[in-house]
Nanobody
Framework: QVQLVESGGGLAQPGGSLTLSCVGS????????VGWYRKDPETQRKKLVA????????AYVGSAEGRFTISRDNAKNAVYLQMTALNVYDTAEYYC?????????WGRGTQVIVSS
């Protein structure tokens, strides 16, 4: 089973930007849709933020629309999430995983903290 490893999180100021990376241990070409999720700090549930199909078609959920850009590079086994206009409500642990079909084993995620 392919393993997805997240990176790129860190501390950002409100209004700032971060780009997250999700890299597979092997080819991700067969993963139809890859999504970025973030863990709700209150419910601890992971919620879909954005997804991208294996031909690069993106989709966004809620406040990610217009601020985040998801992209995919199958040649590099990678999916990226470019986040701009960050606000404190974007503070969360971010994960990547399949968005269609059963989940793969979850990675460790990458922490994003938005604070002044």
């Amino acid at each position: 089973q392919v393993q997805l490893v997240e990176s790129g999180g860190g501390l950002a100021q409100p209004g700032g930007s971060l780009t997250l990376s999700c890299v597979g241990s092997e080819s991700i070409s067969d993963i139809y849709v890859v999504g970025w999720y973030r863990k709700d700090p209150e419910t601890q549930r992971k919620k879909l933020v954005a997804s991208v199909s294996n031909i690069g078609h993106p989709a966004y959920v809620g406040s990610a629309e217009g601020r985040f850009t998801i992209s995919r590079d199958n040649a590099k086994n990678a999916v990226y999430l470019q986040m701009t206009a960050l606000n404190v409500y974007d503070t969360a642990e971010y994960y990547c995983n399949q968005a269609v079909g059963g989940f793969l084993t979850w990675g460790r995620g990458t922490q994003v903290i938005v604070s002044s």
